[in-house]
């Protein structure tokens, strides 16, 4: 899942008026009794987007243990941060997928200011805004389109591999 696991609490205004659960806490707890039904050969992988309990900045941190300990004990769950790129399948005779996890909160920024974008309907059509970041080789390529928390040493949103696969969640549209 590539973000926004649970509805979230306080995420914008008055979204308490539609909650049924007012708790984040018992948000997760509902979350993992489902993931719990998912055979354990399955993994299940969990990328946090705007509406999880983390900050809202980039780089997302994992779900914290204090607030989603239930998913933290599921053996086949693996927390990753957002963004994150992944490896599955790879063996000693084949290199894997490696698989670009972003929720992508930032893309309403790139079809508001990129023309070809919004003439494209590119919130119709994710392809169009993660073509567009993947030719530019990072995930925020404009200063302003997402709050970005700076690290001198690495800079997790440039896209230093390609991905074989590149996988959002924010617009909530298939899409290939």
């Not at 894997?96 to 494209?120: P, Q």
Request: include cysteine; aromatic fraction near 8%; glycine fraction near 6%.
């Amino acid at each position: 899942a590539v973000g926004d696991l649970v509805e979230g609490v306080g995420v914008f205004p008055g979204q308490e008026d539609s909650l049924v659960i007012l708790d984040v806490r018992e948000q997760y707890r509902i979350l993992a009794r489902y993931l719990n039904m998912i055979r354990k050969d399955i993994s299940i992988i969990l990328c946090p987007g705007d509406h999880d309990a983390v900050r809202s900045s980039h780089p997302q941190s994992i779900l914290p243990k204090s607030l989603a300990s239930e998913l933290w004990e599921i053996k086949n769950v693996i927390l990753v941060t957002n963004p994150s790129m992944i490896n599955i399948h790879s063996t000693l005779e084949f290199s894997g997928f490696n698989i670009l996890l972003y929720h992508g909160h930032g893309f309403h920024y790139f079809v508001d200011n990129v023309e070809t974008l919004r003439k494209g309907n590119a919130l119709e059509n994710p392809r169009m805004i993660m073509k567009f970041l993947l030719q530019r080789r990072h995930l925020a390529p404009a200063h302003t389109s997402t709050v970005y928390v700076p690290d001198t040493r690495y800079d997790p949103l440039v896209i230093d591999t390609v991905p074989d696969i590149f996988v959002s969640g924010n617009l909530h549209h298939s899409d290939f």
